[in-house]
């Protein structure tokens, strides 16, 4: 597709339920980030994906979070026995594989609003 | 810590005047400084970004910002708003050279008033 794509858009969950979310990134692109957005916060990093390496989780708030990148393109962020402060907004990000000291612009999903009641 | 600090939450200027969003961040390392645009339910737009070229950085939209390092700033300007222009922006930077996840300030909502 043109852009990030995720989804669901929105998603209303009651706690201790599971959830999944999924990112679509711009095709080509080899590295993928997940941030959480907070009512009245900033962007918060959850965990990065950069082609084969292993994925940087250290912005993941517990061990509730996980995610998982298939075949280098799709990914699921998962949150297990969610807590109502998991309510957020989860963007997804996705930029071509930056090699050495170079820096590639990252270019963000419209984002999942997650409600947990 | 390393941070971004964003001064004011919310910011309301008429139409046609000037536009100035305040950033200030704290690095140990020369940091990688952007703006970002969000718009009500949509995702993330690059406004601009430093990295260590110029320091005057122009931007889409007519946004253009400096990066003063002695200030530890990298503030956010355009000359006249517009109506469009109400939104809520973001700083963020690469304060780290070895992570490439960006940290973000907590964004300041701009009203534009005809």
């Known amino acids: 597709g043109a852009g990030v794509s995720q989804s669901p858009s929105n998603k209303v969950t009651e706690k201790g339920k599971d959830v999944e979310l999924r990112c679509d990134p711009i095709?080509?692109?080899?590295?993928l980030y997940w941030y959480r957005q907070s009512l009245g916060q900033g962007l918060e990093f959850l965990i990065y994906?950069?082609?084969?390496?292993?994925?940087?989780k250290s912005g993941l708030p517990s061990d509730r979070f996980s995610a998982e990148r298939t075949g280098g393109s799709v990914s699921t962020l998962t949150i297990q026995r969610t807590q109502q402060e998991d309510s957020a907004v989860y963007l997804c990000?996705?930029?071509?594989?930056?090699?050495?000291?170079?820096?590639?612009?990252?270019?963000f999903g419209p984002g999942t609003r997650l409600t947990v009641l | 810590a390393q941070s971004v600090t964003q001064l004011g939450s919310h910011v309301s200027v008429s139409e046609g005047a000037l536009v100035l969003l305040r950033c200030n961040y704290s690095s140990s390392v020369p940091p990688y400084l952007f703006w970002y645009v969000q718009y009500p339910n949509q995702g993330l737009q690059l406004l601009l970004k430093?990295?260590?070229?110029?320091?005057l950085v122009k931007g889409i939209n007519g946004f253009e910002a400096e990066f003063k390092k002695s200030e530890t700033s990298f503030h956010l300007t355009k000359p006249s708003a517009h109506m469009s222009d109400a939104a809520e922006y973001f700083c963020?930077?690469?304060?780290?050279?070895?992570?490439?996840?960006?940290?973000f300030g907590s964004g300041t909502r701009l009203q534009v008033q005809p």
């Open positions: 994906f950069q082609g084969n390496s292993a994925p940087d």
């Open positions: 963020a930077a690469r304060l780290d050279t070895g992570r490439r996840a960006l940290t």
């Open positions: 430093y990295t260590s070229a110029a320091t």
């Open positions: 990000a996705s930029s071509f594989m930056a090699s050495g000291g170079n820096w590639n612009e990252q270019f």
């Open positions: 095709s080509g692109h080899t590295a």
